[in-house]
């Protein structure tokens, strides 16, 4: 058992047992669903089929990141324990909760000032985020201590790469990453817009592609362009999705067959309740490690 605990937001969007399994903590924002209020908790308050079902029905939907006083709460039987604390929160790019652990952090300090408490911006989302929790666990069970795996994720964050694309463009348009117009034709011309995250952590549109068959070839081009090794590229891929099980499945068929080094088989996961109140049903995410986003 180490000494210090390793700690995200629910929003890394790993399956509850995945987060148990490997000794990761986490604490969970918050969403409402038709002005109701339930914890971002993998699903278990409201099962993902059922909450992407209510979106398609028409419900509304918005997000509470994580305050300062639950950090605290979240923080503070950890360092009772003795224990210090690696927390990487949701990207600062798309959430305002990095400065509320920071805060939190700072005033956590005070009251244990023996403890080593450090708040990372993840810079990532979704399972991009998981995999890089993923990938610290590891180095923490190979044995690295809690100095230099915060340094080894301070320098290696931005070589997280992350792939997003959909075939429902109704949450982008109200989200206002793509206007009016453009989710109108996109809708009539089958267009899938393919996206990515920068390296301010924001989700940028980088290509219009037509067609769901093209977009999957498409996402797993740029996997092949951007990973490490190119096909070689022998580390784990993750895969989430908003209610597209099939769409995911497909590009992780199609990862497989062409990076025969991969580190296991591809790790599908659902889009959570977070995000995914953002995204709507239809989106598929492709995460690896690879070159270091600069733009």
């Known amino acids: 058992m180490s ?38 908790d993998l699903g278990q308050s409201i099962p993902f089929p059922e909450f992407y079902k209510k979106m398609a029905g028409g419900a509304m939907t918005k997000t509470s990141q994580v305050n300062i006083s639950e950090y605290m709460n979240y923080f503070t039987p950890f360092l009772e324990q003795g224990k210090d604390i690696l927390h990487l929160t949701l990207s600062s790019g798309i959430s305002g909760t990095y400065a509320s652990a920071v805060s939190a952090a700072s005033i956590a300090r005070e009251r244990f000032p023996e403890r080593k408490i450090y708040i990372v911006d993840s810079l990532g989302a979704s399972s991009g985020f998981g995999l890089m929790m993923d990938t610290l666990a590891d180095l923490r069970d190979q044995g690295m201590d809690i100095d230099t795996l ?62 769901r068959k093209r977009v999957i070839r498409t996402i797993v081009d740029r996997m092949e362009q951007y990973a490490d090794k190119g096909l070689a590229y022998d580390g784990k891929c993750f895969i989430s999705h908003s209610a597209c099980y099939e769409d995911a499945r497909a590009v992780a068929d199609l990862v497989e067959a062409r990076f025969p080094h991969l580190n296991g088989k591809v790790l599908i996961n659902d889009i959570g309740t977070t995000i995914g109140s953002h995204t709507g049903p239809g989106t598929v995410a492709l995460f690896f490690w690879g070159k270091e986003r600069k733009g």
């Open 150 to 211: 915060h340094c080894w994720i301070q320098d290696n964050r931005l070589r997280l790469n992350h792939w997003f694309f959909s075939t429902d463009l109704t949450y982008y348009v109200r989200g206002g990453r793509i206007s009016k117009i453009e989710g109108l034709f996109g809708g009539l011309l089958g267009i899938c817009p393919l996206l990515n995250m920068d390296q301010l952590g924001r989700l940028v549109p980088r290509e219009k592609i037509r067609t």
């Open 3 to 40: 000494d210090y605990v390793l700690s995200c937001c629910s929003t890394a969007d790993l399956s509850k047992a995945h987060f148990e399994e490997r000794d990761i903590h986490y604490v969970c924002f918050h969403y409402f669903l038709d002005g109701t209020e339930y914890p971002d």
